[in-house]
């Protein structure tokens, strides 16, 4: 009897647990389930089932299965979906702090950017979207991104009349148009077939994107233009982070910032193989760029989007962030 008893208030306290253990799900556009943000948000899920006991847990739904990142957006903000990773540029029409970490030539390292949002102006800037319905929880790095052409970019004058891709954005319209080089913006599908026909004369990415969409196939001169290092941001929906108590806020916002570490290092072993294979393959690396001559040429980008003095200051933090 008193063995039924146990296992009666065993089973009564088993269904108590799991009716309290949440899944959140997590949306990514990226395509390999190794990609280090995909990877990164599946640790920051077994740190938090560590720590809660279980009744935490994350669900990432990468290769875009819930939508484009706009969609998916959408759907975190009105609560329907919990939590995004997304690049930093999807942010920028709706949380105008988000355009900071965005500009060009505003770090002047990885190691720097990294600081920079460790720090309180990366704070500042997570804390931006709230009104937007969305809690920032952490910042994934992107790497750099770098100009690629069929000839070296090693100064200003090098880019004049270059047609290059650029993402759909009116700020990389404006960083590629003060380069005096003509953009192209263009869905990242096309630019492959666009650099092998002549189409467009170079594009703009990081090395494992150079990599991994095989643009080192069709261009082999990969210059360190290193003139946008814009991070990726993971985010939760306000309406679900305010249901939750104070101390299990707490642990969220902890286990981001320890996905963050993970991610680095994901990040730095990625861009290490890709950068073996684009130098194998034969690609020309220029790291004897000007970048001084670029710096000099965004100060039209910074007025037309750097347009408050809000903005302003925390484009000043962050360049005096040592």
Same mark, same amino acid.
């Given at each position: 009897?008193?063995a039924? %008893?146990?296992?009666? &208030?065993?089973?009564a306290?088993l269904?108590?647990?799991?009716?309290q253990?949440?899944?959140?799900?997590s949306a990514?556009?990226?395509?390999? *389930?190794d990609?280090p943000?995909?990877?990164a948000?599946?640790?920051?899920?077994?740190?938090?089932?560590?720590q809660?006991?279980g009744?935490?847990t994350?669900?990432?739904?990468?290769k #875009?299965?819930?939508?484009?990142?706009k969609?998916?957006? *959408?759907?975190v903000k @009105?609560?329907?979906?919990?939590m995004?990773? +997304?690049n930093?540029?999807?942010?920028?029409?709706l949380c $105008?702090?988000?355009?900071v970490p965005?500009m060009?030539?505003?770090?002047n390292?990885?190691?720097?950017?990294?600081?920079?949002?460790?720090?309180? +102006?990366?704070?500042?800037? %997570?804390?931006?979207?709230?009104?937007q319905?969305l809690? =920032?929880?952490?910042?994934y790095d992107?790497g750099?991104?770098?100009?690629?052409?069929?000839?070296?970019v090693?100064?200003?004058? *090098?880019?004049? =009349?270059m047609? @290059?891709?650029?993402?759909?954005?009116?700020l990389?319209?404006?960083?590629?148009?003060?380069m =005096?080089?003509?953009?192209?913006p263009?869905?990242?599908?096309?630019?492959?077939? /666009?650099?092998k026909? =002549?189409l467009?004369? &170079? /594009?703009e990415?990081?090395?494992?994107?150079y990599?991994?969409?095989?643009?080192y196939?069709?261009?082999?001169?990969?210059?360190?233009t290193e003139?946008s290092m814009?991070?990726?941001?993971?985010?939760? #929906?306000?309406a679900?982070?305010?249901?939750m #108590?104070?101390?299990d806020?707490a642990?969220?916002?902890?286990a981001a910032?320890e996905s963050?570490?993970?991610q680095?290092?994901?990040w730095?072993?990625?861009?290490?193989k890709?950068l073996?294979? +684009?130098l194998?393959?034969?690609?020309?690396l220029v790291?004897?760029v000007?970048k001084?001559?670029?710096?000099?040429?965004?100060q $039209?980008?910074y007025?037309k989007? @750097?347009?408050?003095?809000d903005l302003?200051?925390?484009?000043?933090?962050?360049?005096?962030t040592k």
């Amino acid at each position: 009897m008193k063995a039924t %008893l146990k296992l009666t &208030a065993l089973a009564a306290g088993l269904l108590a647990f799991s009716a309290q253990a949440v899944e959140l799900r997590s949306a990514d556009v990226h395509n390999s *389930d190794d990609y280090p943000t995909v990877s990164a948000v599946r640790h920051m899920s077994e740190v938090l089932a560590k720590q809660s006991g279980g009744r935490y847990t994350i669900k990432v739904f990468n290769k #875009s299965a819930l939508g484009s990142e706009k969609e998916t957006l *959408d759907q975190v903000k @009105i609560g329907a979906l919990e939590m995004n990773r +997304v690049n930093i540029s999807s942010l920028n029409s709706l949380c $105008p702090k988000s355009l900071v970490p965005t500009m060009p030539f505003l770090f002047n390292s990885i190691p720097h950017m990294r600081r920079v949002l460790d720090g309180p +102006v990366g704070e500042e800037v %997570l804390k931006g979207c709230e009104s937007q319905g969305l809690v =920032g929880l952490a910042f994934y790095d992107s790497g750099a991104r770098s100009v690629y052409a069929k000839k070296a970019v090693r100064t200003l004058a *090098d880019t004049k =009349g270059m047609k @290059i891709r650029v993402q759909p954005s009116d700020l990389w319209v404006a960083v590629a148009n003060a380069m =005096g080089a003509n953009a192209t913006p263009m869905p990242t599908a096309e630019v492959y077939t /666009a650099l092998k026909t =002549g189409l467009i004369d &170079a /594009a703009e990415n990081n090395i494992p994107s150079y990599e991994g969409f095989k643009h080192y196939e069709a261009v082999k001169v990969y210059s360190y233009t290193e003139h946008s290092m814009a991070p990726e941001m993971l985010v939760i #929906s306000r309406a679900v982070f305010d249901k939750m #108590s104070p101390a299990d806020q707490a642990m969220f916002r902890a286990a981001a910032k320890e996905s963050v570490t993970f991610q680095r290092q994901k990040w730095d072993e990625q861009e290490a193989k890709a950068l073996d294979v +684009v130098l194998k393959s034969g690609t020309q690396l220029v790291k004897d760029v000007d970048k001084k001559s670029f710096q000099a040429a965004m100060q $039209p980008v910074y007025a037309k989007f @750097i347009n408050t003095p809000d903005l302003q200051r925390l484009v000043k933090a962050a360049q005096d962030t040592k």
